[in-house]
T-cell receptor
């Protein structure tokens, strides 16, 4: 157990739908990062939050949005889902020292 | 943005062989991390390197922070079947880490 909790572990939904992925960071970590990993691909950085505020944006589609709440958990919202959005979505967290990222076990999203 | 290259992209080795892989960039990085990802799981940190020239071991794994600060190397000795997975390097650029595309390792019994 890495200390980063992601729910749900698996999600199957239809095209056009909207889903919410949830991440609880490791205790004490203020930064949360979201990554997308398509089949046999690398980790594509989506977005970072630090203590409730957006810090950095990567290749995140306009249909996707995220937020970090006062208790530091984060949610990634994916809307108007397309088949190509099927992927593993990872959340990672880090402390102020930023010496490494700790990843959760991911949410596997399947859009049918 | 900053980019990391990893080579080889994939490799098939025989159980018991040693493995070498590297991560290179045209930019200077201040910290290098090596992660391993097993199928269906999140990446797990293997080794962290914080100083140029640093050589760090974790069991059968050894990693080095290149002196130029533009590269890092990971070696696995006497590979075993459970070494199978994707190995990612990550470099700290500014305040965030940049990840390489990964090296996919397959170990044949």
């Amino acid at each position: 157990d890495s200390g980063v909790t992601q729910t749900p572990k698996h999600l199957i939904t239809a095209t056009g739908q909207r889903v919410t992925l949830r991440c609880s960071p490791r205790s004490g970590d203020l930064s949360v990062y979201w990554y997308q990993q398509s089949l046999d691909q690398g980790l594509q950085f989506l977005i970072q939050y630090y203590n409730g505020e957006e810090r950095a944006k990567g290749n995140i589609l306009e249909r996707f949005s995220a937020q970090q709440f006062p208790d530091l958990h984060s949610e990634l919202n994916l809307s108007s889902l397309e088949l190509g959005d099927s992927a593993l979505y990872f959340c990672a967290s880090s402390s102020n020292k930023r010496q490494s990222y700790t990843f959760g076990s991911g949410t596997r999203l399947t859009v049918v | 943005g900053q980019q990391l290259n990893q080579s080889p992209q994939s490799m098939f080795i025989q159980e018991g062989e040693d493995v070498s892989m590297n991560c290179t960039s045209s930019s200077i990085f201040n910290t290098w991390l090596w992660y391993k990802q097993e199928p269906g799981e999140g990446p797990v940190l293997l080794i962290a390197l914080y100083k140029a020239g640093e050589l760090t071991s974790n069991g059968r794994l050894t990693a080095q922070f290149g002196i130029t600060r533009k590269d890092s190397f990971l070696n696995i000795s006497a590979s075993i079947p459970s070494d199978v997975g994707i190995y990612f390097c990550a470099g700290l650029y500014g305040q965030n880490f940049v990840f390489g595309p990964g090296t996919r390792l397959s170990v044949l019994p």
